[in-house]
C-alpha cells in the first residue's frame, strides 16, 4: 500500500493489514502515536486516515485489529475523513472465510458473527466521514462493511452483492438493515433474496454507491475518487460537519419530530464554536474560512 505521489500529500512507511499479530508498529510521520497499520496523510494541513479493508472479516486476530484503529478513531478529533481501502488489486473485500466457517460449531458461528456486526456498528458510528472506495469484489459481508460507511466509491467493473441466500445464510453482520436503508426495501429485498451482484455502474443507478467511474490501469480508480470526495469534504468545518452526521444518521432512526428535536441539540453543539464564528467572519470579509475544528 502506498500513499498516492503528488505533491499534495506526504508519504508514510506501511505495513500491511495481513502481517502477522506481531507486526511491528511503525511510527506515521502524521499520528503522535505509534499506529501500526493505520495510515494518515495531510491534505492542506488536515488529516485524512486510510484503513485497508481486505480480509478483515477472515480471522478473530484481524478482527481485533481492526477493532482497535476504529476505537482509536472515536477520540481522534484530528482525523477530518476515514478512507478504507483495499491494498489487493480486483477486491476490496471478499466476505468470511466460508471454509473456516465450516469448521464452527454454532456457537462459535454465531459469536464470530456478533463480533463482526459489532465491528460494523463501530465503523458506523464513527464521529467524522467514513468512504469505501470499491475497486473490485465486496461480497457478502465485504459489501456490509462498505455500507457501514457514509460514502461508497466503485470502480464500473466492481462487483457487489449480499450473497449470502446463495450459501444457505442471510446478511449477518448489518446487511439486511443498511442495505434497504440505503437503496429501498423493495430493491434490497430483491437484492438479497436473489443474492444478485451488481456492477459499479448499476450500483451507483439504484443508489447503492454515490461515486461510479472506470477502472484504470492501476486498479485504484475508486480510491482516487474517495480521495477526491475527501478532498471536498476537508475544508469544511470539522465540527459542523460531525454534528451534520449524528443529525441526519440519529434522525433517520426516529420519526420526524423526534428527528427535529435532534437536529436542535446537534445545532446547538455548533453555535458556540469558534469555528463558526470563524465561517461568518470569513463570509462578511469575502475570504476562504480557515477552521481548526474549535
Do not use: W
Amino acid at each position: 500500500m502506498y500513499l498516492i505521489h503528488s505533491t499534495h500529500y506526504t508519504p508514510v512507511n506501511t505495513t500491511s493489514l495481513f502481517s502477522p499479530i506481531n507486526v511491528p508498529s511503525t511510527s506515521c510521520e502524521i499520528c503522535s502515536k505509534n499506529c501500526s497499520v493505520i495510515k494518515c496523510f495531510r491534505e492542506n494541513n488536515e488529516k485524512v486516515c486510510l484503513l485497508a479493508s481486505l480480509n478483515i472479516q477472515r480471522s478473530v486476530v484481524e478482527q481485533v485489529i481492526m477493532r482497535e484503529l476504529v476505537s482509536s478513531l472515536h477520540h481522534d478529533t484530528a482525523v477530518r475523513v476515514v478512507v478504507f481501502r483495499s491494498l489487493v488489486q480486483g477486491v476490496f473485500c471478499a466476505g468470511a472465510d466460508l471454509k473456516e466457517r465450516a469448521e464452527m460449531n454454532h456457537s462459535d458461528s454465531d459469536l464470530f458473527v456478533h463480533g463482526l456486526r459489532s465491528l460494523m456498528t463501530e465503523i458506523a458510528l464513527l464521529p467524522m466521514p467514513t468512504v469505501a472506495a470499491v475497486d473490485g469484489f465486496a461480497l457478502g459481508g465485504g459489501l456490509e462493511l462498505a455500507l457501514a460507511c457514509d460514502l461508497r466509491t466503485a470502480a464500473n467493473s466492481a462487483q457487489m452483492g449480499l450473497i449470502e441466500t446463495t450459501r444457505g445464510l442471510l446478511p449477518g453482520a448489518g446487511g439486511s438493515q443498511r442495505l434497504p436503508r440505503a437503496v429501498g426495501f423493495a430493491l434490497a429485498k430483491e437484492l438479497i433474496f436473489t443474492g444478485r451482484r451488481v456492477d459499479g455502474q448499476r450500483a451507483v443507478d439504484m443508489g447503492l454507491v454515490n461515486r461510479a467511474t472506470e477502472q484504470n490501469s492501476d486498479g485504484d480508480a475508486a480510491y482516487r475518487e474517495a480521495l477526491s470526495l475527501a478532498r471536498e469534504i476537508l475544508p469544511q468545518a470539522p465540527i459542523a460537519v460531525r454534528m451534520a452526521k449524528e443529525a441526519m444518521n440519529r434522525g433517520m432512526e426516529v420519526d420526524i419530530t423526534s428527528g427535529m428535536a435532534i437536529e436542535r441539540m446537534c445545532y446547538a453543539r455548533v453555535i458556540p464554536t469558534r469555528d463558526r464564528q470563524e465561517g461568518m467572519a470569513a463570509f462578511i470579509e469575502k475570504r476562504p474560512p480557515r477552521y481548526t475544528g474549535e
